[in-house]
Nanobody
Framework: QVQLVESGGGLVQAGGSLRLSCAASGGTLSSFVMGWFRQAPGKEREFVAAINWSGGNTYYANSVKGRFTISRDKAKNTVYLQMNSLKPEDTAVYYC???????????????WGQGTQVTVSS
């Protein structure tokens, strides 16, 4: 079983930056795709970004491309989401997800974190 714990959320003004972290434990991640989803109030959960743990290739939702960067630190078993040029519409609960033998372009998530709130004020 893989456990995921997110951190790094908070309140930021539009145009600002935040970095989210997702610490993974309980398993070897070499066969996993890791990623981030978000859910705003009254909306469905949507995909944000994904990274292949072994190869490092990435994939992004069009809405965040060029502003967000996903990365991983193998030594720390941690995935990061660097969010720049934040907009009020980025406000949501952000969830970390992991899927074994998944695809970065079609991440569904076998394991989920508890979520971290990101609020962007205008």
């Amino acid at each position: 079983q893989v456990q995921l714990v997110e951190s790094g959320g908070g309140l930021v003004q539009a145009g600002g930056s935040l970095r989210l972290s997702c610490a993974a434990s309980g398993g070897t991640l070499s066969s996993f795709v890791m990623g981030w989803f978000r859910q705003a109030p009254g909306k469905e959960r949507e995909f944000v970004a994904a990274i292949n743990w072994s190869g490092g290739n990435t994939y992004y939702a069009n809405s965040v491309k060029g502003r967000f960067t996903i990365s991983r630190d193998k030594a720390k078993n941690t995935v990061y989401l660097q969010m720049n040029s934040l907009k009020p519409e980025d406000t949501a609960v952000y969830y970390c997800a992991a899927e074994k033998w998944g695809y970065v372009s079609d991440l569904k998530g076998d394991y989920w974190g508890q979520g971290t709130q990101v609020t962007v004020s205008s």
